[in-house]
């Protein structure tokens, strides 16, 4: 009999590839563990970052604001003392909260007690990427005294969160595990898979966007691949100690991403781009209420993540948060969810783009620096792709005259998206005519409505 306030983990990737999981369509076995979790619970066949930088996405998580809602709209912005968090909902209902891993909404290391976003267990650092190694795992307890756990990375933060959940059985908590894997180790620009990986998945698979592309999939994909097999298995861990903790139909399970990777594809580093690559993410949950709950087309933004949770709890979800609780969907209770998801992008540029079912429109602002300015007055379009003939965004198709109105009805509607989100009113120039195709139309049912 599942509980009114079940328990919720949280197990959350840094920059995995959608196209890396086994129920997505990768062929390579490597998410056995995720692949059964979602066929038993509920996958969103269409998750998104609502930023494709890790700072940003994960104060979107933790508030269900947009980062330019919280300013939290590029790395080493920490989150404002005023916001409320995931963590502090839950804990006025009584939960117990805890953190283990990469936290990265903080300006100093250790994190201090008041950037915590009202976790009151803390296990974590700010930049794991820069306190630990994939053998050398280093992270601050609640005293901010450093705690360097044994194992590679993945493991050894997967025994803490193990420890965590028999500890606090019995009592509705709330624990969000935040891997960095696979994200880059930054001070040699390597994917250090643990040793039995590192050299098993070298050739093995390659997307066609890498394949056309190049970037640094050569040296890199290996060794990240390596990374996902072993976060698998981690979570396949996680799940067999609530198991084993008789606690499986108590508790709600979330695995998910802050954004993907584009291996230097789409500009000189690994996301902060509007592609499918950068923003697609994996996502689902089981337990509760999210029992077999199917693959869910819709489409759907880590902003859905906070007012999800709360509603799973059973915790109102407060008017002001941006995103919208997936459980009414998932239960069938509702039919009007939104056609199109809203991208924010910083750092390298001011950008925006809006993904709908089969299309994708991007817009910046030129000449403005994306580490400086949070949004503009200004954009140009930039991109324009058609999902269906072509999923892998090899083809810009701005500034075809072919697609101009349905540019026009794109820009309507990414405006209406910015207005939502509070941000301020911005004008988007057309992209410059471009050299025309000559076999390239809209028949009037493909454009998407006004």
């Known amino acids: 009999m599942a509980s009114s306030s079940p328990n919720i983990v949280v197990f959350f990737t840094d920059q995995q590839r959608w196209d890396t999981v086994g129920t997505y369509g990768n062929p390579l076995g490597l998410t056995p563990n995720l692949d059964r979790f979602a066929g038993r619970g509920t996958l969103f066949e269409h998750a998104f970052t609502c930023q494709p930088v890790c700072g940003p996405a994960r104060s979107a998580v933790q508030t269900g604001l947009y980062p330019t809602t919280t300013g939290c709209f590029r790395n080493g912005v920490p989150l404002p003392a005023s916001a409320t968090t995931l963590a502090d909902h839950l804990r006025a209902a009584g939960y117990r909260t805890g953190y283990i891993g990469k936290w990265h909404l903080a300006g100093k290391e250790p994190v201090p007690a008041e950037q915590r976003g009202g976790y009151e267990y803390w296990l974590?650092?700010?930049?794991?990427?820069?306190?630990?190694?994939?053998?050398?795992?280093?992270?601050?307890?609640?005293?901010?005294?450093?705690?360097?756990?044994?194992?590679?990375?993945?493991?050894?933060?997967?025994?803490?969160?193990?420890?965590?959940?028999?500890?606090?059985?019995?009592?509705?908590?709330?624990?969000?595990?935040?891997?960095?894997?696979?994200?880059?180790?930054?001070?040699?620009?390597?994917?250090?898979?643990?040793?039995?990986?590192?050299?098993?998945?070298?050739?093995?698979?390659?997307?066609?966007?890498?394949?056309?592309?190049?970037?640094?999939?050569?040296?890199?994909?290996?060794?990240?691949?390596?990374?996902?097999?072993?976060?698998?298995?981690?979570?396949?861990?996680?799940?067999?100690?609530?198991?084993?903790?008789?606690?499986?139909?108590?508790?709600?399970?979330?695995?998910?991403?802050?954004?993907?990777?584009?291996?230097?594809?789409?500009?000189?580093?690994?996301?902060?781009?509007?592609?499918?690559?950068?923003?697609?993410?994996?996502?689902?949950?089981?337990?509760?209420?999210?029992?077999?709950?199917?693959?869910?087309?819709?489409?759907?933004?880590?902003?859905?993540?906070?007012?999800?949770?709360?509603?799973?709890?059973?915790?109102?979800?407060?008017?002001?948060?941006?995103?919208r609780s997936l459980l009414p969907m998932v239960q069938r209770s509702l039919t009007d969810w939104p056609n199109e998801v809203l991208i924010q992008i910083s750092e390298s540029q001011v950008g925006r783009a809006i993904r709908t079912s089969r299309?994708?429109?991007?817009?910046?602002?030129?000449?403005?620096?994306?580490?400086?300015?949070?949004?503009?007055?200004?954009?140009?379009e930039e991109f324009l792709y058609d999902l269906q003939a072509d999923p892998y965004e090899l083809t810009n198709l701005a500034g075809l005259s072919s697609h101009a109105e349905l540019s026009l009805r794109l820009r309507r509607r990414l405006l209406t998206k910015m207005r939502e989100a509070g941000e301020p009113e911005a004008v988007i120039h057309p992209h410059q005519p471009a050299r025309e195709g000559g076999q390239r139309r809209i028949w009037p049912e493909e454009m998407p409505l006004e």
């Not at 990375?153 to 935040?178: E, K, M, Q, W």
């Not at 817009?363 to 994306?370: E, I, R, T, Y």
């Open 124 to 323: 974590a650092a700010n930049a794991l990427e820069f306190t630990s190694d994939a053998y050398r795992t280093v992270v601050y307890n609640r005293a901010s005294e450093a705690v360097h756990l044994p194992g590679y990375r993945v493991d050894a933060l997967t025994d803490a969160a193990i420890r965590y959940i028999a500890d606090n059985a019995g009592h509705p908590f709330l624990l969000f595990l935040s891997f960095l894997e696979p994200h880059h180790q930054n001070h040699r620009d390597d994917y250090p898979a643990p040793d039995v990986y590192r050299d098993a998945y070298h050739g093995r698979w390659l997307p066609p966007d890498l394949a056309s592309l190049g970037g640094s999939a050569a040296q890199h994909l290996g060794g990240y691949l390596g990374m996902v097999k072993r976060l698998d298995e981690a979570f396949g861990r996680i799940l067999d100690a609530l198991e084993s903790l008789r606690m499986t139909d108590d508790t709600v399970v979330l695995y998910t991403c802050d954004h993907g990777n584009h291996f230097k594809t789409r500009n000189d580093e690994y996301k902060r781009s509007c592609h499918e690559s950068s923003i697609r993410i994996p996502m689902a949950l089981g337990g509760g209420p999210f029992r077999s709950g199917g693959r869910r087309p819709e489409l759907v933004s880590l902003i859905d993540v906070a007012p999800t949770l709360l509603d799973a709890a059973g915790v109102g979800v407060p008017e002001g948060m941006q995103g």
């Open 359 to 380: 299309w994708k429109y991007s817009v910046s602002a030129p000449g403005l620096n994306g580490y400086q300015v949070m949004s503009a007055d200004e954009y140009v």
